[in-house]
């Protein structure tokens, strides 16, 4: 596991002094992005961490042949030096010439309970898909329907 990721919790979000959103593109910060809900959700017992080859082989523009139709991007959210979100946004080109549509798909969203960390992340995605031309947004969805997906908002 990486040692370098710090995540801090809402209780510690006061007084912060920054927050951004970075785009992933070193095989670290794949790393990080891939790792982070495994530290955040450690201490939830119903918790089962997706495993991190197939997170990070899905990502893989060599790997995942669903890149020949969509294309990607991961973001990172950080307040502080501490990576506190992350979310992934797909622009499935098939599915959108298929039905008509400008959609972008956010996927793989995890966060630590901060209303500002949350709106950044879906701003994130939101601003990609602008600027490849999209105008609608949905999600939590992956590169396909048949690629797991949902989000968990309560009993945890």
Known sequence: MTRDIKIIDYE???GIKYMITKEVKTKKEAKLFTDFPNKLFKHIGAYVPALSFDELNVFDKKKNPA????ESVRFLAIKDDKIVGRIA?????KYNE???????RFTRIDMID???VTTKLIDSVIGWGKSKGMTEIIGPIGFTDMDRMGILVEGF
Do not use: L, P, Q
């Open 67 to 70: 890149h020949m139709y969509c």
């Open 12 to 14: 510690h979000a006061k």
């Open 89 to 93: 946004g797909i622009i499935n080109h």
């Open 114 to 116: 901060d209303i500002e």
């Open 98 to 104: 298929s039905f008509d549509t400008k959609i972008v």
